[in-house]
C-alpha cells in the first residue's frame, strides 16, 4: 500500500496554530499541538517560508507568525507550498499492448483524474485559513 502524504494537513493545522496566537509562536509549540516532532514541524514551516506564507525568526526568542492575515492565505495555495502529491495517481505498471484495457486505461481514466483535480483545487481556492479558524472555533 502506498504512503499517504500528510505534510498539506499539518501545514494547514501549523497555520492555524499561528493564526489563533499572539506574537512568535515557536515550532516546540505547534509540533505539541501537531502531537509530533519539532524537527518535522520546522520542514514544513520552511516550505511555507519560502512560499512566503509565514516569517520565520531565528534566534532564541524567534519563531514564526503568518506572512499575511489569515483572510489572504488560501488552502491552494498551501497545497502547492508543501508540493502534496496529485489526490489521485494512476498506477505505473506497463500496459499490456494486448489487452484493450490496459493499453487505453491510463488516458481514459486520466482524463477523468485531471478533473477532478482541478475542481479539488478550485475547492481549496475558496477557503482561507481564515474560514479553517472559524469552523475550529465553532466547534
Known sequence: MAS?????????????GIATRE???TSEALAGSVNTNPAFVKRI???LSKAALVNAVSGKSGGCELAR?????????VYVAVEAPSTFAIHEYPSVKSCEVSSNI?????????SAQRSFEKDL???????????????
Do not use: C, M
Not at 499517504?4 to 493545522?13: D, E, G, L, P
Not at 492575515?69 to 495555495?77: A, F, G, M
Open 4 to 16: 499517504v502524504n500528510t505534510q498539506f494537513s499539518i501545514a494547514v493545522h501549523l497555520l492555524a
Open 125 to 139: 481556492s475558496k477557503t482561507t485559513i481564515a474560514d479553517v479558524v472559524a469552523k475550529i472555533r465553532s466547534s
Open 69 to 77: 492575515k489569515p483572510k489572504d492565505i488560501n488552502l491552494l495555495e
Open 23 to 25: 506574537g512568535l509562536v
Open 106 to 114: 491510463k488516458g481514459v481514466l486520466g482524463n477523468v483524474l485531471d
Open 45 to 47: 514551516l520552511a516550505k
